[in-house]
């Protein structure tokens, strides 16, 4: 509910200054050619790590998706649904702080990016939901 409605209370991307580029956790249709954006609180290029083969294997299949989604309108969203940026009253979500992980991109992403960090409210504190 609280991703419907702050992209329905977002300005179109033509009013608003460029958001380019954007953050390297939703950086998926980055312009390396890679299946992994750079990212900003590391050293390294993932890509030339190896990984588990089924971690690139997925990766190389959810960007292609995205890049799929051209035909989606590019919307403006929040970027980083990371539990502490979300203010809570009881099991409800109230809120979404740290602005300045702004983006502008298709609503697929969006919800992809929305059910990565959003926590399960739990007894005892948050949970990261497992992915799908």
Known sequence: MLLAVLISSAPPVPAVPSLE???PWVGWAHDGAGV???PDDLEV???VHPG???LDELGG???AR???STTQP???GHGDWESHNIGWQGSTALAVFDWDSVVALSEVCHRRRCGDGLPIRRAGGCRHRRPN
């Open 61 to 63: 299949r959810i960007r």
């Open 66 to 68: 995205i890049a799929g």
């Open 74 to 76: 590019v919307i403006v």
């Open 36 to 38: 992994w954006p750079q």
């Open 21 to 23: 580029p954007s953050p």
């Open 45 to 47: 290029d993932l890509n």
């Open 52 to 54: 588990p083969a089924w």
